[in-house]
């Protein structure tokens, strides 16, 4: 009998202390239903008023479909009024503004800007684009039209290379006019 205790030991052995792999692997990444209603509607949601830390948090509970949206507006824990409409945020946006802190962690560092826009400059911005189209010319007004579909699809980030490249053709393309006119 006290041999079978003995065995069941720690280990008191110094080396071969190496990590082993790890125990479960996924076979393949998790994607979310992205056809769903609740995850369109989901990734939509702005997220602003919080540090870049908290913002990554919730942009991957997001990705991985563990953000779960309020369904009643939540006390602020410095007013105490039902203000918070953004899930996992503990202070009203109005609050968290006048400490410069953020919504979710409390902490004072430095706030992501929101890009959560409001009626009056949704407005304005259709008013600035049909003033826009309004002074072009067919052709340029169904050219700044694909171009913005084009942005649409492709994402910001792609399109700002292309801009850069595009302004630098044109411009070769009116020095070219510019020197067949001079011939």
Not at 2 to 22: I, V
Not at 105 to 116: A, H, K, M
Not at 168 to 175: I, K, L, M, W, Y
Request: hydrophobic share 25%; with cysteine; proline share 2%.
């Amino acid at each position: 009998m006290g041999d079978a205790y003995e065995s069941k030991k720690a280990s008191s052995r110094k080396g071969n202390t190496k990590k082993q792999g790890q125990a479960h692997k996924n076979t393949y990444a998790f994607h979310a239903n992205k056809s769903s209603k609740i995850t369109k509607r989901i990734a939509n949601m702005p997220v602003g008023g919080l540090c870049e830390k908290c913002v990554e948090v919730i942009m991957w509970r997001k990705k991985f479909k563990k953000y779960k949206p309020l369904t009643c507006m939540k006390k602020c824990v410095n007013c105490e009024q039902k203000a918070i409409k953004d899930a996992y945020h503990v202070m009203c946006n109005n609050c968290a503004g006048e400490k410069n802190v953020c919504a979710k962690c409390l902490e004072s560092r430095e706030i992501v800007p929101t890009n959560i826009k409001t009626d009056k400059e949704l407005i304005q911005e259709q008013v600035e684009l049909e003033r826009l189209l309004s002074g072009m010319t067919e052709r340029e007004r169904r050219s700044y039209l694909r171009q913005m579909e084009r942005k649409a699809k492709k994402g910001d980030d792609d399109e700002d290379d292309e801009e850069e490249s595009g302004s630098e053709e044109e411009g070769s393309d009116e020095d070219s006019d510019e020197d067949s006119d001079e011939e």
